[in-house]
């Protein structure tokens, strides 16, 4: 499934320099530092499948899985995660702002007949913080603050203590 993503596989050689590798369907071969950040997102899950790292046993903790990829490969990497704990019993722990994440994996979930098995939890927007005393208060600190670091300001308390 994976190569059909990234549209190509990766590989581990202990005996070069270079000892990740993305070898692209097209025949061409890179090191995976020097590839875009989607292809060693797919990747790392990729060797860790392929070497039998992963399995029901584990739980990865992944922060911001979707940051820095396409918008097509956020739903593939949340389709990914949903497959490989279903079929194969993978825990996550995933800390995501994207609402299009985690609105992908629920909906993934449901679709594959797993969401009973997902928890989550969505922060909601607190409309009294944004209001007008909040804005208020946080105009009194930034005066307070250019009060403490106006340089007019510091020059007022700092001649008078020099004249004296």
């Known amino acids: 499934m994976m190569e059909n993503i990234i549209h190509g596989e990766t590989s581990y050689d202990e ?6 590798r993305y070898h692209r369907m097209d025949g061409k071969v890179f090191d995976l530092f020097d590839s875009a950040t989607g292809i060693k997102s797919f990747s790392i899950l990729q060797m860790l499948l ?3 790292s992963i399995n029901k046993n584990t739980l990865l903790i992944i922060d911001e899985p979707e940051a820095h990829l396409h918008p097509q490969w956020i739903v593939e990497y949340a389709r990914l995660i949903v497959l490989m704990h279903k079929h194969i019993g993978t825990k996550f722990f995933i800390a995501s702002h994207s609402t299009d994440f985690v609105s992908a994996i629920k909906y993934i979930a449901t679709k594959e007949n ?3 098995s ?3 939890y969505l922060s909601e927007e607190d409309k009294d913080l944004l209001g007008e005393e909040f804005q208020q208060q946080v105009q009194n600190i930034i005066d307070e603050l250019v009060d403490k670091f106006s340089l007019k300001t510091r020059v007022a308390e700092i001649v008078p203590e020099i004249l004296r």
């Open 50 to 52: 392929n070497n039998g």
């Open 114 to 116: 797993c969401l009973e």
């Open 118 to 120: 997902l928890s989550y």
């Open 15 to 20: 005996d070069t320099m270079h000892m990740y």
